[in-house]
């Protein structure tokens, strides 16, 4: 099985471009989680999705950020503007809690993002 | 306040040895879970081990344990019998509530280098 599918990898553009990141959660997976990782401030939960649907967005930083998730398999990040402190590792990671890994978050490898 | 404490920044371990990396958390939901997640230097971040806030036994996963203390809010892992391939950073998470929140709180990490 495929696990969660996140892109690009990496990512380079300058202060004041839109950025999307892109995940791909694990068929079957109802629920969707994007952290963001950095050395100040660690892993820190900016949204999650049951079932398509934004549950708690509490995390997201700014009005910049924006994610949508049009349907069971894609999810998009996307901040417009970019400025240097948004750089950071991106996760994207999906769950089913109802199965028998039903408490294991599963990670994508991560998008490490630089804003210029 | 912090909800998740991990207070050794980094660690030393021979290969061979076992290591306790240590974890407080502070909640007052009587459910709450309690995960490990090792981030290797590649970025992943993988599941370890999991322990439930009801659960009477200790989790136990290969060469992984959880030493949970409840009483003492405490979450400590134990790596048996340490390898090379155990060097990484180690993130302990916490879920606060029963089903209906998926976040995870982690804390800042614990590096452990094992040593030949």
């Known amino acids: 099985d495929a696990g969660v599918i996140q892109s690009p990898r990496h990512e380079v553009t300058e202060m004041g471009q839109e950025v999307t990141l892109r995940c791909k959660p694990i068929s079957g997976h109802d629920y969707l989680f994007w952290y963001r990782q950095t050395m100040m401030r660690g892993l820190e939960l900016l949204i999650y999705?049951?079932?398509?649907?934004?549950?708690?967005d509490s995390g997201m930083p700014e009005d910049r950020f924006s994610a949508k998730m049009p349907n069971a398999s894609f999810s998009t990040l996307k901040i417009q503007p970019s400025e240097p402190r948004d750089s950071a590792v991106y996760f994207c990671?999906?769950?089913?809690?109802?199965?028998?890994?039903?408490?294991?978050?599963?990670f994508g490898p991560g998008t490490r993002l630089t804003v210029l | 306040a912090q909800k998740i404490t991990q207070t050794q920044p980094g660690m030393f371990v021979q290969e061979k040895e076992a290591v306790t990396l240590d974890c407080t958390y502070d909640?007052?939901?009587?459910?709450?879970?309690l995960f490990w997640y090792k981030q290797p230097s590649s970025g992943e971040m993988i599941f370890l081990i999991y322990q439930g806030s009801y659960d009477e036994q200790n989790a136990t996963e290969g060469r992984y344990s959880l030493n949970f203390q409840k009483a003492r809010k405490s979450a400590n892992l134990v790596i048996s019998a340490s390898q090379l391939g155990d060097s990484a950073m180690y993130f302990c998470a916490m879920r606060e509530g029963r089903d209906s929140s998926y976040k995870l709180i982690f804390g800042s990490g614990t590096r452990l280098l094992v040593r030949p």
């Open positions: 999705f049951n079932n398509n649907v934004p549950i708690d």
């Open positions: 909640t007052s939901d009587q459910s709450y879970g």
């Open positions: 990671a999906s769950s089913f809690p109802g199965g028998p890994t039903m408490n294991e978050q599963f």
